[in-house]
């Protein structure tokens, strides 16, 4: 039996007044017209987080997400049984989230990254990959020219 593919975005309920004013809502709403709804999890109840209790209405994207709100792994287990679920990858890594990330590797639930590459500036790397590239010529030329004296 094959498995019906789900995206999931974690994010902490008490973050979504963030969401709702970011830029990055614009590409979860594209991504939901491509591929069904986008089920944004509740994480604080996932993770070692503080639990805040903010009640933001979340409606005026409610054509585009499913807000789930998961009490434990075992209920988010329930939730993705017998779904391939594809995450997009919100979850910071730190000890926080730790329980999170082990149990998504233990079920292996992939994940995916979206960013913006758009904007790739100079940096100093740049100047040191051609900084060492003169070094090994100059080196270069040094040695062979002390052989062939």
Do not use: H
């Amino acid at each position: 039996m094959k498995k019906k593919k789900f995206l999931f975005c974690f994010i902490n309920f008490s973050d979504l007044n963030q969401l709702d004013t970011s830029p990055y809502i614009y590409t979860l709403v594209n991504l939901s017209k491509k591929f069904g709804k986008i089920s944004l999890v509740n994480i604080e109840n996932l993770t070692f987080s503080k639990k805040n209790s903010n009640n933001y209405p979340f409606v005026r994207y409610k054509n585009y997400f499913n807000l789930i709100d998961p009490k434990s792994l075992k209920d988010l287990g329930n939730f993705i049984k017998n779904k391939e679920v594809i995450v997009l990858n919100s979850i910071q890594r730190a000890f926080k989230n730790l329980p999170l990330l082990i149990y998504l590797n233990i079920n292996k639930v992939k994940l995916l990254e979206v960013s913006n590459l758009g904007n790739l500036q100079i940096g100093t790397e740049y100047f040191l990959q051609k900084k060492k590239l003169w070094i090994i010529k100059s080196n270069f030329n040094k040695k062979y020219n002390k052989e062939n004296i």
